[in-house]
């Protein structure tokens, strides 16, 4: 058979900032399932395309046209794009098939524009998709999530066309996708892996891929997309401190500060860590992630300050992952903590997120029953910078602002030119420098969002949840980041199904 796997990392881009920003850094978050399906694929013989679109040229002109079966993998902010797309391989013949994270949460939607929904998949659930053992309209899963992922050997095809350059060497920032374990150990609830049991992943391939990595690829950037990198921190370290000192790759994680607790960074220093990434959250929240206890407010603000701290000492780049805009949030004290653990940490990224109720999340469940969703905004706004459920303690005015506030001061001169003398490592500091120029442009959709809210009334009842009118603003907006697809999604098509119960009879 001839299978097509298509990875959409993004919506088209529109102007040079969002080109220079989709070729350089978007192109290296291919991920390791589509990978793996086509590894599958080819081990059965079956002649495979993969491509994974970041944003720039044609996405339907990256596989062939006549294939038995497409694979596309999406989360939630280019569904419409991955619609677009199935309904074109639909008319021409081809089985379409959707997985990834947005056919997780949102399975029943999806089953309006593809013939199979997959949720966890492996090779065997594959196989049987390319055996036609799955009636069209269904709904299909493997028991739990595959645990034998692909060698590095055996993806490097896949690895080429996703982050290579002109598919021929790896360049500065080429990143090798990696996976250690699977699941957390905590259970975050606006988290897709809120329930997912943490298991570490037999050492002995990642031993193997490190080795091939060393002898192939020296030097190249790996990116581990466990959820929760090194839960089990001394075996996963171990396997990468086996490796000779001159041989240690770069790599990136995400992981709890928890995980990351007295003399362990020095390890992560020691196997050429070069960025972490831990979940903070909130000040009032999720506390047992940054191993604070119940401490809270200026307290937590200033336990984690400090290891941040301890953890600059060992890793060159880190980020803290905030939410803004949950249940506990309320008056200026989050924007207040926030900024006060800028300002003791200029040296540390902030991402500032926006709540959004992914299907399949208890904070999804609890803000349906609670009739706090705009039922009406399209997927495609499921994403920074917009508000698609109404909050508990702000109206959408005031959000905003406080938004904008929080943004305005991570992306202010004085913090810039502390940030930069924080760092005398050039590519940092150019990291620095264009994720502040980002910050800058997510403040002026802010401030755009904020003139609609106070000057249309229209708009702000829909924010407020007083009717299900989508706004003009965000059909014309939506019509715009299809570009010439748009034309394929109906206004119906794109009012989400929120559904989560599956169809009776579904696999």
């Known amino acids: 058979m001839r299978v097509g796997i298509l990875d959409i990392l993004a919506p088209p881009a529109r102007g040079p900032a969002e080109v220079g920003y989709r070729l350089l850094m978007t192109k290296q978050f291919a991920g390791i399932t589509p990978q793996a399906i086509s590894v599958w694929c080819r081990r059965q013989g079956h002649e495979t395309f993969y491509a994974t679109y970041y944003g720039l040229g044609d996405p339907h002109r990256l596989l062939p046209r006549d294939l038995d079966v497409v694979f596309i993998a999406c989360y939630t902010q280019v569904s419409h794009l991955a619609y677009a797309l199935a309904k074109l391989y639909r008319w021409a013949g081809v089985r379409t098939v959707i997985g990834g994270p947005h056919a997780k949460a949102f399975p029943v939607d999806c089953l309006s524009f593809f013939d199979l929904v997959v949720g966890e998949c492996d090779a065997e659930l594959i196989s049987g998709i390319l055996a036609g053992q799955y009636d069209p309209g269904s709904v299909i899963s493997a028991a739990r999530p595959f645990d034998d992922v692909p060698t590095v050997a055996e993806r490097m095809p896949e690895i080429r066309a996703s982050a290579f350059f002109w598919g021929r060497k790896p360049l500065l920032l080429s990143a090798v996708p990696m996976l250690a374990s699977m699941g957390c150990p905590y259970h975050c609830d606006f988290c897709i892996d809120w329930n997912t049991r943490y298991r570490l992943l037999p050492p002995e391939r990642m031993a193997e891929d490190l080795r091939y990595l060393a002898r192939h690829l020296p030097g190249t950037l790996i990116v581990f997309h466990d959820p929760n990198f090194a839960v089990t921190f001394d075996r996963v370290l171990d396997v990468l401190q086996a490796q000779p000192p001159g041989e240690r790759p770069p790599y990136i994680i995400e992981s709890s500060l928890t995980v990351l607790r007295g003399n362990r960074p020095r390890r992560l220093k020691d196997t050429n860590c070069v960025m972490v990434a831990p979940g903070v959250e909130s000040w009032t929240d999720y506390s047992n992630k940054a191993g604070v206890g119940r401490e809270g407010g200026v307290a937590k603000v ?114 810039l030119r502390r940030r930069l003398r924080s760092t005398s490592h050039r590519l940092i500091r150019y990291v620095h420098r264009a994720r502040t120029a980002a910050f800058r442009g997510d403040i002026a959709s802010f401030r755009r969002i904020l003139g609609m809210l106070r000057d249309d009334p229209r708009f702000l009842a829909f924010h407020e949840g007083r009717t299900t009118r989508l706004p003009d603003y965000y059909r014309h907006l939506g019509d715009r980041m299809l570009g010439r697809y748009a034309e394929l999604l109906s206004p119906a098509d794109r009012v989400p199904d929120l559904t989560q119960t599956l169809v009776p009879g579904n696999g």
């Open 302 to 415: 200033d336990h984690v300050a400090d290891h941040f701290t301890r953890l600059a000492e060992n890793v060159p780049y880190l980020q803290a992952n905030f939410m803004f805009g949950l249940d506990t949030d309320q008056g200026d004290e989050p924007v207040e903590l926030t900024e006060r653990f800028m300002d003791r940490t200029p040296f540390v990224w902030p991402t500032i997120n926006i709540p959004m109720p992914f299907g399949g999340t208890p904070l999804h469940d609890q803000l349906t029953a609670d009739g706090r969703i705009l039922t009406t905004m399209p997927f495609s706004f499921y994403y920074a910078p917009y508000l698609v459920t109404t909050l508990r303690h702000y109206d959408p005015i005031t959000y905003y602002t406080k938004l904008t506030e929080l943004y305005a001061h991570a992306a202010s001169p004085a913090m």
